[in-house]
């Protein structure tokens, strides 16, 4: 897919995830013990063989920029194109819709890069998707249908659209409608489309000097007659990560083998930064099941139903259920934890009892100590 | 530019003594402690020692060690100027030949060291697990103003004679080397880690090629000549976790080292070991297994019993299966119900179910080897121990056996 330009918008839906994107872009957030979500849409973007990547960024990315760097371990980092990390550029007329700046506005503001690739094509995609894919076949059907968009969509029952909605899609796969019928078998917007490059560049000019911002509504839901907007279905695992609690679903359905060989059991790799850590180290109390353990970690307190990210540390006659551990987290002795979300560096002191529910999971911000 | 100090890494050795291990690569690259290799331990001491420009030498089965050590990227030696280098054996105008010696090997490479016009040169063998300082002893050796330095670690006496032994003054100067000595007179044993003053080493380099009985040795020709012809040799006394890695035994041993002393001391947060990840997901414990004493790393899938062992990427160790003091390397597939029992399985092997290796030790007398001493058990790589099968211990495995009919 040389012919095909990459876009991943890395900040643009991040209202619901409270604490844990304080500190970062919902992009960077950590998700599967070593990976940042942006891992998913970046790695499957590269296993499709495009190599122009843009990367819009809104506020707090810093983590992101830390997690990038220059692209290498992506294979990124190239002569020819590569990845570019494109950071807001806001002028005094720039108008912030009630949602917070949206694709169309991050979209005018990257314009000069658009134009600059000279790919005839233009990937879109949202920053918060896991899916492991490619997009070959896409572009395909994109090509075949004589298509101007060609939306990607999941029928899937326990996916939730992305912020561009659900569609309504006729039988010669023509989007009919942007549909509210957000019922489980409706087709959710899986919030990736495929675009001419030229058109985007009109498109975008022309809505932004009319002050419409809404990509599903005026770029998608306007020109329904008037341009050809097609639907391709994507039937493998896609989950959007926009709240709490999608996020908690997620991770607790790693620990499914089928959810892990899908995503990572495939030769198409999830690509990730490296950090050199010792293997995980069990001590001789260590009672583990059940669970997704990353690299560095020490273990000698029992732990079961959970995602424990490197360099966690969970010491003797502490239990952990049902929780996600990230980075550096630590639980010194005795302490009880159940449905918790640890963000990175937190510590919890001995002897101390964290019990919620997984419906209604606890999160303790970074660097807290307990 | 010119560089003060390169390393030249001396890694083309078969290992011999490893058996089956170095079947398919050169010692250097053979698995250890679940997500290394041998050769990591050193590149990554050159890494911290600000050591910027590494030679690798290889000859015997390069293959993985080239691929393994690509740009150098992983240990930071990806660099602009200098970097790591992969340097085999090359054809001349008239004639080409294989490294016939340590010495023989940094010889052939002169013009490769030329191009770097340094002051100095570190000569390194890729045999060894230890963590240690480079620039120190740079230091010390400038410090003294020494042809040579060496670097040595006291030994216990008995084992003396298996190492080329250093007698030293008051000074720190060599009096006197052995290469192993039957009755050693000291327990300062060489760790076959060289300084050298370039433009004195170059000299000494022609001189031993010249030399038509010499077997082209640093330890046996040319530190022994050095001495004889009245050069300053200074040894550098080293404390720390060192550890020869060149047998069955001792691999197995510095493995479990890990587990037991920790005296590496991996978990340092200022000389972290590098090494080249396989990039795979965290592993799996799934709902069976019960991990103690043991390191697991990225891809595994565990349901079974492991006690104090050391699990390398991508092992699959099913329900019921037991694996205790062993070292399980990359891509192992463990059955059902097998044991494994104080044994080094290489990579891509399959235990199939029930087997049983090292449990029964008297079993399999023909596979009994001098290679695999102190009961430990050794199974080849890529391949399949069938279903019920009994490995005794001493053994070693280098071809599949099959499911007893």
């Given amino acids: 897919m040389l012919n095909t330009m990459g876009i991943i918008f890395a900040g643009n839906e991040e209202l619901r995830m409270g604490e844990l994107t304080r500190a970062r872009s919902l992009a960077a957030m950590p998700v599967a013990g070593r990976y940042r979500l942006i891992d998913f849409i970046l790695s499957s973007m590269v296993n499709s063989g495009i190599t122009n990547i843009g990367l819009t960024t809104k506020f707090n990315f810093q983590s992101l920029l830390d997690h990038l760097g220059g692209g290498t371990e992506w294979d990124l980092s190239r002569k020819k194109y590569g990845l570019f990390i494109l950071p807001p550029f806001y002028k005094s007329e720039n108008r912030i819709t009630e949602s917070g700046e949206s694709k169309i506005q991050s979209l005018y503001n ?15 995609a949202e920053g918060n998707a896991v899916i492991n894919t490619t997009f070959d076949e896409m572009l395909d059907f994109h090509r075949e249908n004589h298509s101007d968009i060609t939306v990607m969509y999941s029928k899937n029952a326990d996916a939730t659209a992305s912020q561009d909605g659900c569609f309504d899609v006729a039988a010669d796969n023509r989007i009919k409608d942007i549909s509210p019928n957000n019922t489980q078998n409706a087709a959710k917007s899986v919030g990736f489309c495929i675009i001419d490059t030229d058109l985007l560049i009109t498109l975008v000019e022309s809505c932004y000097a009319r002050g419409e911002y809404d990509f599903s509504k005026d770029i998608i839901g306007k020109n329904l007659t008037k341009l050809r907007i097609f639907g391709y279905e994507f039937n493998g695992y896609y989950r959007h990560i926009y709240d709490i609690q999608s996020y908690y679903r997620f991770s607790m359905e790693l620990l499914n083998r089928d959810v892990r060989d899908t995503l990572f059991e495939n030769e198409k790799k999830i ?100 | 530019m010119a560089k003060e100090c390169i390393a030249m890494l001396l890694a083309g050795g078969q290992g011999s003594r490893l058996g089956v291990l170095t079947k398919g690569v050169a010692k250097p690259a053979v698995q ?178 010249a030399d038509q009985s010499s077997s082209n040795d640093f330890g046996k020709n040319v530190i022994p000549s050095m001495l004889g012809q009245g050069k300053a040799l200074y040894g550098y006394g080293f404390s720390g976790y060192w550890k020869d890695v ?44 019960s991990v103690t004493d043991s390191y ?11 006690a104090h062992s050391i699990i390398s990427d991508g092992v699959v160790i099913a329900k019921n299966a037991a694996v205790k003091d062993s ?35 008297d079993a399999t007398p023909q596979y009994r080897s001098n290679y695999c001493t102190g009961g430990i058990t050794l199974i ?26």
């Fill in chain 1, 110 to 124: 990257v314009l000069h890069y658009i134009r600059r690739g000279k790919q005839d094509y233009c990937m879109l």
């Fill in chain 1, 271 to 370: 690509y990730t930064k490296i950090k050199d850590m010792v293997p995980a180290r069990y001590q001789s109390n260590a009672k583990v099941s059940n669970s997704f353990i990353a690299d560095g970690c020490i273990i000698d307190g029992e732990v079961n139903n959970s995602v424990l990210f490197r360099a966690v540390e969970v010491r003797k006659g502490s239990k952990i259920n049902n929780c996600i551990i990230m980075q550096n987290g630590k639980v010194l002795e005795n302490s009880v934890l159940n449905a918790v979300i640890m963000d990175k560096n937190v510590v919890i002191g001995s002897g101390k009892t964290l019990v919620s529910e997984p419906t209604f999971p606890i999160v303790i911000g970074k660097n807290r100590v307990i």
């Fill in chain 2, 32 to 209: 250890f402690g679940a997500k290394y290799r041998i050769i990591d331990f050193v590149l990554t001491n050159c890494a911290h020692s600000g050591i910027d420009t590494v030679g690798v030498l290889t000859q015997y089965k390069p293959l993985l060690l080239n691929t393994y050590i690509g740009s150098g990227k992983s240990w930071d030696l990806d660099r602009l100027n200098g970097g790591v280098y992969v340097l085999p054996p090359y054809m001349q105008e008239t004639s080409g030949e294989w490294y016939k010696g340590t010495a023989n090997a940094i010889y052939q490479n002169m013009e490769f060291i030329e191009q770097f016009d340094p002051e100095y040169v570190l000569v390194l063998s890729g045999d060894h697990i230890y963590k240690m300082n480079y620039a120190k002893m740079l230091d010390y050796h400038i410090d003294k103003n020494a042809d040579v330095t060496i670097a040595y670690i006291n030994v216990p006496i008995k084992e003396a004679s298996r190492f080329g032994i250093l007698q030293i003054d008051g000074e720190g100067k060599i009096i006197e080397f052995n290469e192993k000595p039957k009755v050693p007179k000291s327990d300062c044993a060489s760790m076959g880690i060289y300084i050298f003053n370039w433009r004195e080493l170059r000299k000494q380099l022609i001189r031993d090629e």
């Fill in chain 2, 246 to 289: 060149g047998t069955v035994e001792s691999l197995y041993d510095a493995n479990m080292d890990l587990l037991d002393s920790g005296e590496i001391g991996l978990y340092d947060a200022d000389w972290q070991i590098f090494s080249r990840s396989p990039l795979r997901p965290p592993h799996f414990l799934d709902r069976n297994a």
């Fill in chain 2, 296 to 306: 697991v790393t990225e891809g595994c899938y565990i349901d079974g019993k492991v």
């Fill in chain 2, 327 to 361: 070292i399980i390397m990359t891509d192992c597939k463990i059955g059902e119900n097998a044991v494994v029992n104080k044994a080094i399985i290489a990579s891509g092997t399959v235990i199939a179910r029930g087997a049983t290796i090292g449990t029964n030790c």
């Fill in chain 2, 380 to 405: 080849g790589e890529n391949l399949t121990i069938g279903e019920g099968v009994e490995v005794g211990c001493n053994c070693m495995v280098t071809s599949d056996i099959k499911e007893e009919k």
